[in-house]
């Protein structure tokens, strides 16, 4: 007899084989069709020395270089900008008055419901400010939007007695927010926020629509030269990995931070020392 839990009944021997059936059935799909695909690229000459031989040249090496520093040189100043812009909506929104708190949410419903690209382009084209500045300022319009909601979501998720608790205590409405509502709301917050920053260095791939020489602007150029034969496949074989390990670098850091955060001596139990009879009274 197989013992019953809480949520779900423990599988028995039939429903085990059937499991193991599926699993191994799903392998061998995934199997076939990864088999399928490097058919495919042998068969199309994806892999002849002609296509990779770009790679072996110093050149290549620092152009490609040269794409990767600046997608995270507009990376990095996209997300500091963008985690302040947020935090700043956010504290609009939050506002017990109504003219202030009204035009955040403006701001924010606005930036949040215009496409990334058409802004870039409307700063580039419009305002004639310069690749860079405008891919960071379409960026940063965006997903602090974006973070504005999430900041927002999350204080107002903390229970309502924290914050009561905090008022009874004498503590004014700036103190409650930066010692009681944010610390909690960061954890509930973080996942989302680093979402959205993997959003974000996925989007300055964008940059290219306006000759900013980023990373996939540099294997652009290496894809469209017919002197190694259009190597397309090959540029995306070798850029791909690295936005995708940037992109887990990026969540793993994230996780680090809330380790160390829930590691942190401000939140760690505190060993209280047992009662001792104290000074007897004559």
Known sequence: MTEATALY????????????????LSTLVILGLLAWIL????????????????????????????????????????????LALGGLLATGRLSEHRPVRWAATAVVEFFRAMPVLVMIFFIFVALKVQPLPALVAGLTLYNGSVLAEVFRSGVNSVERGQREAAFALGMRKTQVMAYVLVPQAVRAMLPA???????????????????????????KLIASNLDYDLPFIPVVM??????IGMCVLLSWFAGWVAGREQRSPRTEAVEVAPAEPGTLLP
């Not at 009944?9 to 191994?24: E, F, I, M």
């Not at 495919?40 to 270089?65: H, S, V």
């Open 193 to 219: 926020i680093i979402s959205q920053l993997v959003v974000a260095l996925k989007d300055t791939s964008l940059g290219y629509l306006i000759t900013y020489e980023e990373f996939l602007h540099a294997g």
């Open 238 to 243: 070798v850029i791909s990995p690295i936005y």
């Open 39 to 82: 058919y495919l690229l042998f068969d199309t000459g994806q892999f002849t020395y002609t296509k990779w031989m770009p790679f072996a040249y110093e050149g290549i090496q620092e152009l490609l270089l040269r794409g990767l520093v600046n997608t995270l040189a507009a990376f990095a100043t996209a997300a500091v900008l963008s």
């Open 9 to 24: 009944d423990v599988p028995g021997p039939l429903t085990r084989r059937r499991h193991a059936v599926y699993g191994v």
